[in-house]
């Protein structure tokens, strides 16, 4: 008979404790620790298990005697996906992808498992029917390309007897809070459990080279539910995100060990399932038929992709005495800060002014370098003056009021061009090793921020 304990566990970072407490040691979060039930056998089997893996016993090796070998890649059919993995699926890996309720994970799932030539899919559910899924994906497409097979189960002993008979070239989990496994006397969804039924499935794509695909909820607070450990323990975390109101959705890179960490993917929802944006500028620039103010183009990137954003910004007379500082899409904090430095370095007063920040299209950027955008779109509205469409700006803006340079600004210059803008605004810094003749569009170099208003203000 296999002896068992009780354990407690903090909901948030999945701290383990051996008796009920009041404030979690390691996250600092109060009333966060749950009492769940463990099974603890003195020879458990594993629950992946197969006659074909043979015990290895691993030594150590000088790290000039290892072989490298690269890994290969399995294209999945969708380019955005595949920049954001880092070129395709490894063999082998397992990728945690998670959002909101309703964003459109199951579909782009789904979308996968359909459209992936040649290969041998199971897309196990535990949260939808076999009809559920029969019905979406009729809607996304009509002439699946791959082999795809649904099984809905939740318990993982289950699951891997299926495995062995099928032998999939990919699998997909939806989602992996609705598993649970025998070996632990827990309910699905709980710490112990999400973090068991995650080893099991990391197990089995190690020891078969087999790509893993991982669905999770997230909290209220937009992190994925579960243990922080589970983050740890897959190779890759994505993130699906994007608002409602707008059509696009957003995939993108927070953790990745076989490419960049900072990749992002732009899909359209439409009835038919995600689509493909395959020029994000395009749609993150508004059409307009005549010139406003507090409206700024900024070269950004994300990851190794460059795109061109429009800032907006309204600055407007304080009707309660307090100044309002609002941003969507952008760190208030900095906006702030950046707003200290038109106070005291240029003589702009704001302290009795509401302003409020956009960034088009819904997106959220970090990127320092539309910093001065972001500046000129402020004054702009303040003195009501347009900013010309056709020119756009790269720089970030110091605390002294210095204009400082940004990385890889090659790009950013050839993808403004590309679009048919006429100036971009750039640090002089930037200018050094820079070959100007390569460029149609117009360069101007500036190295404090009184300069470029200067030259667009007068």
């Known amino acids: 008979m296999a002896k068992t304990k009780s354990a407690y566990f ?17 996250c600092n979060q109060w009333n966060t620790f749950v009492e769940e039930v463990i099974e603890k056998a003195s020879s458990k089997v594993p629950a992946w298990k ?4 043979s015990t290895r016993v691993n030594k150590p090796n000088k790290v000039d005697h290892i072989i490298s070998i690269s890994e290969e890649r399995i294209l999945t059919g969708d ?48 949260e939808e029917s076999e009809q559920q899924i029969k019905m979406r994906s009729e809607r996304i497409t ?23 008979e099928l032998e999939p070239d990919l699998l997909i989990v939806d989602s992996i809070q609705t598993l649970h496994s025998a070996n ?53 975390v994505l993130q699906f995100e994007g608002d409602r109101n707008h059509v696009y959705r957003i995939l993108r890179s927070i953790k990745n060990r076989f490419g960049a960490a900072a990749e992002l993917g732009i899909y359209a929802m439409h009835s038919t399932g995600l689509r493909q944006v395959s020029n994000p500028s395009e749609i993150l620039l508004s059409q307009r038929d005549e010139e406003l103010s507090g409206i700024a183009i ?13 800032t907006q910004a309204l600055v407007s007379a304080a009707a309660y005495g307090t ?24 003589g702009f007063r704001l302290s009795t002014r509401d302003v409020f920040l956009n960034i088009a299209g819904g997106i959220k950027v970090e990127d320092p370098a539309i910093d001065l ?11 009501d003056i347009f900013i010309s469409s056709k020119i756009c700006f790269a720089a970030e803006v110091g605390l002294s009021g210095e204009i400082r340079a940004v990385n890889r600004i090659e790009q950013r210059i050839s993808e403004a061009e590309k679009l048919g803008f006429e100036r971009i605004f750039i640090s002089n810094y930037n200018m050094k090793g820079l070959i100007t003749e390569r460029y149609k569009i117009e360069l101007s170099p500036v190295s404090k921020i009184e300069d470029v208003f200067s030259l667009l203000f007068g």
């Open 50 to 53: 197969t006659s074909t893996t």
């Open 142 to 164: 009509s002439n699946p390309t791959s082999d795809c097979y649904i099984l809905t189960e939740t318990s993982t002993q289950n699951i891997f007897k299926q495995i062995e």
């Open 10 to 26: 903090c909901q948030n970072c999945g701290h383990e404790a051996a008796k009920w407490l009041g404030k979690c040691p390691s």
């Open 298 to 310: 900024s070269a950004t990137l994300e990851g190794a992709r460059p795109m061109l954003i429009e």
């Open 79 to 126: 380019q955005e996906l595949d920049r954001v993995l880092g070129g395709g699926l490894v063999a082998g890996s397992v990728i945690l992808i998670g959002g909101e309720p309703g964003i459109g994970k199951s579909t782009l799932m789904l979308q996968l498992a359909l459209n992936i030539p040649g290969k041998k899919i199971l897309y196990i559910s535990g």
């Open 184 to 236: 632990i006397e827990a309910t699905p969804g709980s710490v112990s459990q999400v973090r068991e039924c995650t080893s099991e499935l990391l197990r089995f794509a190690k020891e078969t080279d087999t790509p893993v695909f991982l669905i999770g909820h997230i909290t209220k607070d937009g992190a994925i539910a579960g243990p922080k450990i589970l983050e740890h323990m897959v190779d890759t």
């Open 373 to 383: 955008a972001i500046l000129v779109a402020i004054i702009s509205s303040h003195e």
């Open 323 to 346: 100044p309002q500082r609002s941003s969507n899409g952008f760190d208030t904090k900095r906006m702030n800060m950046l707003l200290a430095v038109l106070e005291k370095r240029c």
